[in-house]
């Protein structure tokens, strides 16, 4: 069965730092990849998304996510980051013919000043 | 509204008791997802309509647990004889079409909190 794994439950980063945040899938043929973000207070919002062709994807707010099928991951990154992307971040995998978004257990990003 | 809504956005109940939550999706939206998020679980899948239709139901926790749609816009997902481990925020989403060309939006949740 399709799954998501993000290893990491919190990250702290200060502010300004760069981001990287881990997401590794397990599905049988080419997954359909997805990151959203839940802001305090606030619904999911997609970040981004991956179904086929150029594997470095760009998203909203600055962010990008490379596909690696090497290593089953699809890593989200941010080169500089702002007080405001703290928050939980999902990473999702589309599971069966209607391509639904299964979720993570999500990372929670701390910023620091 | 532009979005999709929940109601109530917050239900306190007992135990043993029947619930019912309420989701209005964006007009015209075909889909509708309903996801479960407890403390630390992430969101867990619960079901999935497309119209009226739901073709995957296969989260649902127990037969406790059922939702329908209909005139395929708003849904109910209904709780039976609820227990406290059902004490999550309830999360629903609507999409035009499919998920691989368009976007999921998602409501404000339902916080239900079972005594």
């Known amino acids: 069965a399709q799954s998501v794994t993000q290893p990491d439950i919190h990250i702290t980063v200060s502010e300004g730092a760069s981001l990287e945040l881990r997401c590794n899938y397990s599905?049988?043929?080419?997954?359909?990849l997805f990151w959203y973000v839940q802001s305090p207070g606030q619904g999911l919002q997609l970040l981004l998304k991956?179904?086929?062709?150029?594997?470095l994807v760009q998203g909203i707010k600055g962010f990008e996510a490379e596909f690696k099928r090497s290593q089953s991951s699809f890593n989200l990154r941010k080169p500089s980051v702002h007080w405001s992307d703290a928050a939980e971040y999902f990473c999702?995998?589309?599971?069966?013919?209607?391509?639904?978004?299964?979720f993570g257990r999500g990372t929670s990003l701390i910023v620091h000043p | 509204g532009a979005g999709v809504s929940q109601s109530p956005s917050n239900k306190v109940t007992e135990k043993g008791k029947d619930v019912e939550l309420r989701c209005d999706p964006i007009?015209?939206?075909?889909?509708l997802y309903w996801y479960r998020q407890s403390l630390g679980q992430g969101l867990e899948f619960l079901i999935y309509?497309?119209?009226?239709?739901?073709?995957?139901k296969s989260g649902l926790p127990s037969d406790r647990f059922s939702a329908e749609r209909t005139g395929g816009s708003v849904s109910t997902l209904t709780i039976q004889r609820t227990q406290q481990e059902d004490s999550a925020v309830y999360l629903c989403?609507?999409?035009?079409?499919?998920?691989?060309?368009?976007?999921?939006?998602f409501g404000p949740g339902t916080r239900l909190t079972v005594l």
């Open positions: 999702a995998v589309g599971r069966g013919g209607s391509y639904i978004p299964t």
């Open positions: 599905y049988g043929a080419t997954p359909y």
């Open positions: 991956y179904f086929s062709g150029d594997t």
């Open positions: 007009s015209g939206h075909t889909a």
């Open positions: 309509f497309q119209g009226n239709s739901a073709p995957d």
């Open positions: 989403a609507s999409l035009r079409g499919d998920v691989r060309y368009n976007e999921q939006f």
